[in-house]
């Protein structure tokens, strides 16, 4: 399994606005185009110093070639809407982590 992770850090004017378009639409459409399983985001709780609100968002796939069927085929249209929607109020960075294994509590 490869997890597509995608850092961004928003600036607060716009976290309200952006955190409703990742959830009810931007995360949706991505799901929407069958290359992900599942997608989750998660707040990062430790502070930047460069202020604003930074969250974590992970995307589930099979396969690194499904990733890369992503990045050719729809990772440009939704960059640039992000772009266009909050400009230099988000900042991304993304990291593609593969998953070795997984441990899980026993009762």
Excluded at 14 to 25: G, P, T
Excluded at 28 to 40: C, G, H, N, V, Y
Aim: charged share 25%; proline share 2%; hydrophobic share 40%.
């Amino acid at each position: 399994m490869i997890i597509y992770n995608v850092t961004i850090n928003i600036h607060e004017s716009v976290h309200d606005q952006w955190l409703e378009w990742m959830q009810q639409k931007h995360i949706p459409e991505i799901l929407a185009t069958k290359k992900f399983s599942s997608a989750r985001i998660v707040k990062v709780l430790i502070e930047e110093e460069m202020g604003g609100i930074t969250y974590s968002t992970q995307y589930f796939t099979d396969s690194k070639a499904t990733l890369q069927r992503y990045y050719d085929e729809d990772a440009p249209a939704f960059r640039a809407e992000g772009q266009s929607l909050f400009g230099d109020k988000m900042l991304a960075f993304r990291t593609e982590l593969e998953v070795v294994s997984e441990f899980f509590q026993t009762n």
